[in-house]
């Protein structure tokens, strides 16, 4: 195969990937943007604040994570995070004495005429349900992130690509029509 053939054909896959690249560094940023702002406006339209830093709210040690966003609208999935298993999961395990959400309604179940039963069951599956909530923004926001990473990989690379199949091009004008790829070296005698 000719030189001039190979960096040609080499060059041509290298700028087809570079559009891939670009096409899915697009995508991704569409993707992060897209959830990010879901994941806010979700958040932000149920009027979530964070206590003062200073509140007698979060001035237990198991609070402390909370104290960071003091005073704060909760907006992020960060926050979601720190919301649900800093604040809600703390104030849920003195509800029923540390127990769960199930071994609280198994219990409630076995005595339907306990009110104070029926109030810990209500209580903790609206605050489980809330926090699973809290914990799926999380989540969303998380996949946010790592499509913003993505793409800023998919767009590094494509620049890379740009710049190495430039390279080919150049090359591939540069090589005489007929230099054969990986042909064997004709060595002249040496003189006597």
Same mark, same amino acid.
Do not use: C
């Given at each position: ?5 190979f ?7 290298g700028?087809?990937?570079a ?9 991704l940023?569409w ?25 007698? +709210?979060? *001035?237990?040690a198991?609070? =402390?994570p ?9 907006t992020? $999935? %960060? ?5 649900a ?5 703390n ?14 309604s198994?219990?409630?179940?076995a ?8 109030g810990?069951?209500?209580t903790m ?7 699973g909530?809290?914990?799926? +923004?999380? *989540?969303?926001?998380?996949i =946010? ?6 793409a800023?990989f998919?767009?590094? $690379? %494509?620049?890379l690509?740009f710049l190495?199949t ?6 591939a ?17 040496l003189?006597?």
């Amino acid at each position: 195969m000719r030189r001039r053939t190979f960096d040609l054909l080499v060059s041509g896959a290298g700028l087809l990937l570079a559009a891939l690249l670009l096409i899915a560094g697009g995508l991704l940023t569409w993707t992060h943007v897209f959830i990010d702002n879901q994941v806010s406006t979700q958040l932000s339209a149920q009027k979530i604040n964070f206590p003062p830093a200073n509140s007698p +709210a979060v *001035a237990g040690a198991e609070f =402390a994570p909370m104290r960071q966003y003091g005073g704060q609208q909760l907006t992020t $999935g %960060a926050q979601a995070k720190v919301y649900a298993n800093s604040f809600i999961a703390n104030h849920l395990k003195e509800v029923a004495g540390g127990k769960t959400y199930s071994q609280v309604s198994a219990l409630a179940q076995a005595d339907p005429n306990n009110v104070q039963l029926q109030g810990q069951v209500a209580t903790m599956f609206k605050g489980e349900t809330l926090r699973g909530l809290l914990l799926n +923004a999380y *989540a969303f926001g998380t996949i =946010a992130k790592i499509a913003g990473i993505a793409a800023i990989f998919a767009f590094v $690379g %494509a620049g890379l690509l740009f710049l190495l199949t430039a390279f080919g091009f150049i090359h591939a004008r540069r090589v005489q029509p007929d230099v054969e790829l990986l042909a064997p070296k004709v060595h002249e005698p040496l003189p006597v």
